[in-house]
């Protein structure tokens, strides 16, 4: 079997991508927890190296997220990661630099959830086609998604319209985040407790 390294580093959400590909891969990968400043590092049995996480989660994507070859679900995949960074990285990356108000990016992130909210009237995830069985189960675009989203899912501003504005996000985002290949990744340990906290509301009431 075609085997490959992932240099990653856990607290950052790039390489929690490459990290949730790789768990869901039918790939052998090795893991290494650390990387240099410019990011993760796919190393290739074949001495070829991928960084970009696009790339790095393209050729993971095997196992659980893979589907029969279809251009048209392919093509689909590359439209929502590219999605994630023209529209949500900006936000992420605003909230973690100098900045305390992210008030420049705030105005596309709304944007882009709205446009996420439209995307699940009558889907519960962002890639179809794939067959009635397929469509029930999240694919790597959604996770590719959700993680970006993380930040701004614990923004107060956004927080306070989840569940008015934006509950069909809010639905989809706990549904991928409750997912198995991101358990046990300690960034995401307060957004999963969320999730958890949620879903005893929803017993309980």
Request: hydrophobic share 40%.
């Amino acid at each position: 079997m075609f085997s490959c390294t992932l240099a990653h580093d856990p607290t950052r959400l790039d390489s929690v991508k490459c990290l949730a590909a790789a768990r869901g891969s039918d790939r052998c990968v090795y893991f290494l927890e650390r990387e240099d400043e410019r990011g993760p590092l796919l190393k290739l049995e074949t001495g070829a190296e991928l960084r970009d996480p696009k790339a790095v989660c393209l050729f993971l994507s095997t196992g659980e997220f893979s589907r029969s070859y279809d251009l048209a679900l392919h093509c689909q995949v590359l439209q929502w990661m590219e999605f994630s960074l023209s529209e949500l990285r900006p936000f992420r990356e605003e909230l973690s630099s100098s900045s305390s108000s992210a008030s420049a990016s705030l105005a596309i992130l709304e944007a882009a959830l709205d446009c996420l909210e439209r995307s699940f009237k009558g889907r519960e995830f962002l890639v179809v086609g794939g067959g009635r069985r397929r469509d029930r189960f999240p694919s790597l675009a959604d996770v590719f998604v959700a993680l970006d989203l993380v930040p701004a899912m614990m923004f107060p501003l956004v927080c306070g319209q989840l569940a008015r504005r934006w509950k069909g996000v809010r639905r989809w985002h706990q549904k991928v985040m409750a997912m198995d290949v991101l358990d046990r990744i300690e960034i995401l340990r307060p957004v999963r407790t969320a999730v958890g906290s949620f879903r005893r509301e929803i017993q309980v009431n």
